[in-house]
């Protein structure tokens, strides 16, 4: 299952550093964070709770870049 959630980065080089951070989270089988557009793409692994998993993502995102945002339920 993908989907899309808004996000609030600062610049380029720090979405990357967020992609990164989500792709190597437990739950999460691809991202793709969008600078231009402020928009993060999920593909969540088969069976995996999507809000479990991006309380997880959110938290390691903020490892890498403390003042960001992910915007979801």
Known sequence: MKKKYAV???CANCAAKMEEAAKKTEGVKDCVVN???????????DGADEKSVMKMVEKNCKKV???????YD
């Open 65 to 71: 870049e403390d003042d960001c945002e992910i915007f």
């Open 35 to 45: 600078f231009m557009t402020l928009k993060m793409e999920v593909e969540f692994e």
């Open 8 to 10: 609030e980065v600062d």
